[in-house]
């Protein structure tokens, strides 16, 4: 059964059905409060914020969540049921990852690296159900913008380890330029929703602009492609919500312009890609990308079906990752494209599986949203699109020491819960209730 429980109380609510919940009034703000702060450093522990200065401890902080995730398997095992359930083919997709392990090259790291990948997912599905969506997005914003402000003061300082190796380009507390901005375009469209939500407005303007200064200081090409991409999908949400009339007129604008466009082009000789790419300082091999996605193509023809195993090309001799490695010049663990990853390591199966399983959270999450018109619930759609973006050139999804996957996972456990609730009790706002499943 599940009910909707509004955010403050006096201790405990009546509903008109009799029943009783007890535990939302004032007593339990510190508790969450604490939790949330836990969440937020578990966040910096996987994130490897700050790297430079301390240790990787990141399997660490996985562990801790494992053991949240153990806890909450042995008391509240019907969360994790439902969330399992209404997330099938994610978990599908991890099981093929683990299940790999029979026919690849490094079977016992397939199998440990599979085994991880599930606990990980657990892990965003129960971040989801004991803080809800509302908070997450709070601890999710606050880690963001900490992250980039403490980088603007290690830039502004000089420091050495605020650069990359050639002591130029700006990365703040991050492993690289990328990582950085990526960090800006969450926080970016993240402070967008919670403003149009409603929440700290100002504050909310604070997180945008910061964004949108570490995006500037990363000179990521690739980060301001996705942040623009990323204000596009921002726009179209803030259109649905003002009804159909105003989406079919913005929708044949666009169209007609798309239309223009592609004529112009056609026309004129324009290559508008060369063009974008010598604006954005890359090549036409983005920068050794397509030397990388050249070579997945290769190993995936020799094993087209099933792949070589989850986690394997980049960490066993038998493969012509060394060689591609001296090619590139620099130390490479994955293909730069989150589809040929999995394609490689799990074959046309596993990315079939893959494919279906985030395609199908983008249109729960998309059809959550256009029914509640509820700004917080853009969050889950937009991050899902912003994965999908971030997926074509870089391994966010389906990569164990990666924490945007967790927000992945946290998007995905939102998406599948309030949905029906939503015309239950269309009047309350979902963005001022918390869930609770019972």
Not at 31 to 37: D, E, S
Not at 60 to 81: E, Q
Not at 208 to 216: E, F, K, M, R
Request: with cysteine; charged share 10%.
């Amino acid at each position: 059964m599940s009910i909707i429980i509004p955010p403050r109380g006096n201790g405990h609510m009546q509903w008109p059905n009799g029943s009783m919940v007890w535990g939302q009034g004032p007593k339990t703000e510190l508790p969450l409060f604490l939790a949330g702060v836990g969440f937020a450093i578990f966040l910096f522990g996987v994130s490897r914020v700050g790297i430079d200065f301390i240790p990787s401890l990141t399997n660490v902080f996985w562990a801790a969540g494992w053991a949240v995730v153990a806890y909450t398997a042995a008391f509240r095992a019907d969360l994790l049921a439902q969330a399992t359930l209404n997330n099938k083919m994610l978990l599908a997709a991890a099981f093929i990852a683990t299940l790999s392990a029979l026919w690849s090259l490094m079977p016992s790291l397939s199998a440990f690296r599979g085994v991880l990948l599930i606990l990980n997912i657990m892990v965003g599905f129960v971040a989801f159900h004991h803080f809800g969506l509302r908070r997450t997005l709070h601890v999710i914003f606050w880690f963001c913008l900490i992250a980039q402000v403490g980088s603007f003061l290690l830039i502004a300082s000089g420091h050495h380890a605020a650069f990359d190796h050639n002591g130029y380009v700006p990365k703040g507390l991050f492993p690289h330029k990328n990582n950085l901005a990526m960090n800006a375009v969450m926080l970016f469209f993240t402070s967008l929703i919670l403003f149009a939500h409603g929440w700290r407005r100002i504050l909310s303007l604070v997180g945008a602009a910061s964004a949108l200064t570490g995006l500037i200081l990363s000179t990521s090409g690739t980060g301001l492609i996705v942040c623009v991409l990323m204000f596009g999908i921002l726009c179209g949400c803030a259109v649905v919500s003002y009804g159909m009339r105003a989406t079919q007129f913005i929708a044949g604008l666009g169209l007609c312009s798309l239309v223009a466009t592609v004529l112009m082009i056609v026309f004129s000789g324009y290559n508008p890609y060369i063009e974008l790419l010598n604006s954005l300082g890359k090549d036409t091999t983005l920068t050794g990308r397509t030397v990388l996605w050249e070579y997945a193509f290769n190993v995936f023809a020799d094993h087209p079906w099933l792949g070589i195993g989850y986690f394997t090309y980049w960490n066993t001799p038998e493969t012509t990752a060394s060689s591609l490695i001296i090619i590139m010049g620099v130390k490479l663990n994955s293909f730069h494209n989150n589809f040929l990853d999995v394609l490689v390591g799990v074959g046309l199966l596993g990315l079939i599986l893959f494919v279906i399983a985030v395609f199908g959270l983008l249109f729960r999450t998309l059809y959550q949203f256009v029914v509640t018109r509820d700004a917080l619930l853009a969050w889950p759609f937009a991050y899902v699109c912003f994965m999908l973006i971030y997926c074509m050139s870089e391994y966010p999804l389906f990569w164990n020491s990666e924490y945007q996957m967790l927000f992945a996972f946290v998007g995905a456990a939102a998406a599948a819960a309030p949905e029906k609730l939503a015309a239950r009790h269309r009047p309350e706002p979902l963005g001022d209730v918390e869930l609770i499943t019972a």
